[in-house]
Structures are given as C-alpha cells and as structure tokens.
C-alpha cells in the first residue's frame, strides 16, 4: 500500500487490489462518499503510476511513439497522449505533464514499468532516459465544486486559476510539490503531486478540508463520465477508436507506432465497435466482464461495472459492436448465474444527481 498504510487499515472499511497492493474501496457509504464527492472530496491515488522521461532527445522520441501532438507544449501544461503498439492497439493512456527539462508521464496503476519499457525498446542512438518513479511520490486527487477554493486557501495560492490540462509547483512545508489540473480524460478536479516522505503529513492536513473517498465512488464517478481505465478498456484488445480516446488523437502529425492502421480506421470509416454504457439490475461483480447479446447475437462486452448510488442498479462500460450502438436498446447480460435483462445508454451517463 501507499505511506499511509496505517491511516488506510484503520479507517477503511474495505479494500480492493491494485497492482499487487490493497488500496480503500470505502470509508464511509457509497452515498455519503458520492455526496462528498460532488463538494470537496480526496483520494489516495499513489497507485498512479509516474514515469520521469528526461534527455536531450525525450521530445522527438515521445512525439514518435504517442498519437497526439505534444511537442508544442510550454512548460507547466500537459497533455493526455495514447502509447499503442504496430496493430494500432492501446498499451496506455498517459497525461504528460511538460516539467522543462522533463517530462513527467502519469501512467495506469501498475503501466509505469510497462511504458518505461516500451520508451526503452525504442531508444536506440537517442539520449533518452525514462525512470519509473511511482514509489517515489505521492498522488492526491481532489475532487468536487469546491476542490480548487479549498485548495487555494490550503496551499495559500490561486488554485482556482489552474485550467484543464495546467499545473503549477508551489511548496508545503518546506517541499515542493505539483499542483495539477488533468483534462477530460480524468475524474478528478486537481491532483496533489508531493514526494512519499511527506505524503502522511499532507494527507492528515487534507482532511480538514476534504472528505477521504475510497475506489468504489471513485469507479462510479469514472463510469458514468465514460472514461476508460487501465485493465478495463484500456488494454491491447481495443484500438483507440473503439474506447473513446479520439480526442487524443492527433491526425496532422508525422509518423508514430500504430499511425497507419489507427489512419486507415478513421479514413475508411473500419471501426468496429464503439464504447458505450449500460444499466443492469445486476450486480456488478456478476456484470463484469460478461458478454451483452442481443438476440441470439453476440454483440459486445462488459468492461467495467459499479452500483449505482441510489436503487440496486449497475451502471457499467461496455464495448460493443457499433451497429448495436444504440442508447435505450434492450439486451441481455449474460452472467455466471444466467442472462440480466439491460439497456444500453448513452455516454456521459444522465442523471448524475441521483445515480
């Protein structure tokens, strides 16, 4: 677990695991966590994986392997970027926060040492060096109307002003840590970037101010906005179009791994199949992972699943194929204990008040 292993065995209710560590599902109740989601809620996300890619060379090196442009950024902004392999396939989902003499790589819980690799694999005369620096750091998401107010009142600056896809770096007790706002591709309102030796202090602090929330809320959040995730969508099954990540995908710039194939997808209009949600009165760990059919016909998968707030209903994501891409259609789900009647919904998930 993270450096906070004695607060989070004390306080949780449950855990869940994630890349080989248990991490808290929940402190409180599914209800009271989303409620204190939506004003100023925080979470230990140190499972996010941190990569420090460095080097003379890391720009045009980066720029070759990543489908969107990332070249033009100043430093202080970031970026969400795609790793795919040759077959256009999705290793990770990244945001790349420009450093200056660095990049910092926020990767998938357990992707560090799987992008580090892949950056690796490809450095051949360039000097290039990338670090997995996961242990190394701590990582707070904040989230709720009121996150970057309070934010700025604890870290005595202008969190307010920090805008999608920007960080800033500012010191706490004497440390200098990162301020981040992510893009769309995220749930959160700010992330906390800080070095592991004061990640217990800061997190006691924080709780003056924020509501701990534990991964379960965090899930559901997630799901309904239609973000995918590592281990989920987020794996070498799927193409970039098929789970939503167009927005990052930049068709103006030069040659990447994975160009053609992803080009010729999107020219030829070949795209299979389409990320979508889906309601079941099932439970999730039923739901997960099973096939949706309509029909007699087999036509997608359930890649994610959480309970809904309020009623006994799951809301889950699903890859399905596109002609059945169709918001309210009724299918079934097939899990181990029979077929769970569904419907299919469009994404972002309405009704965010009270699922």
């Not at 997630?222 to 930049?250: C, M, S, T, W």
């Not at 070949?270 to 949600?277: A, P, S």
Request: net charge negative; glycine share 8%.
């Amino acid at each position: 677990m993270s450096t906070l292993t004695t607060y989070h065995t004390e306080h949780a209710q449950d855990f869940i695991e994630l890349s080989g560590e248990k991490w808290p599902r929940r402190y409180r109740s599914l209800p009271e966590e989303y409620a204190a989601a939506q004003t100023a809620a925080v979470m230990d996300r140190s499972f996010i994986g941190k990569v420090h890619v460095s080097g003379k060379d890391r720009e045009s090196l980066l720029h070759r392997l990543t489908t969107n442009e990332m070249r033009k950024m100043a430093v202080g902004e970031s970026c969400v970027n795609i790793f795919t392999n040759a077959k256009g396939r999705v290793i990770d989902l990244v945001e790349m926060l420009m450093q200056g003499e660095n990049y910092l790589l926020l990767t998938g819980p357990g992707r560090a040492a799987t992008v580090s690799k892949w950056i690796d694999k490809y450095t051949f005369l360039e000097e290039v060096k990338s670090v997995d620096e996961t242990n190394r750091y701590a990582l707070f998401s904040l989230f709720g109307a009121e996150a970057a107010a309070r934010a700025g009142d604890f870290f005595a600056l202008e969190a307010a002003g920090v805008s999608a896809g920007h960080f800033l770096k500012t010191t706490w007790r004497e440390t200098e840590l990162l301020l981040h706002h992510p893009h769309a591709a995220s749930a959160a309102r700010l992330n906390v970037i800080a070095a592991a030796e004061i990640a217990g202090e800061l997190w006691r602090e924080l709780l003056g101010h924020f509501s701990p929330i534990g991964f379960d809320v965090y899930d559901l959040l997630r799901i309904k906005q239609g973000i995918p995730a590592a281990d989920h969508e987020i794996v070498e099954d799927y193409n970039p179009h098929e789970i939503g990540l167009l927005p990052f995908i930049n068709f103006e710039k030069g040659c990447y791994i994975g160009q053609e194939v992803i080009a010729r997808l999107d020219s030829y209009q070949k795209v299979q199949r389409q990320l979508f949600g889906l309601q079941c009165a099932a439970a999730p760990e039923r739901v997960a992972g099973a096939a949706i059919f309509s029909g007699a016909q087999d036509i997608g998968k359930v890649t994610s699943a959480a309970r809904a707030v309020a009623g006994d209903d799951t809301l889950a994501l699903a890859v399905v194929r596109r002609t059945f891409a169709q918001p309210e259609l009724r299918v079934d789900v097939l899990t181990p204990s029979g077929p769970a009647a569904a419907v299919l919904k469009a994404l972002p998930f309405a009704g965010e008040a009270d699922q």
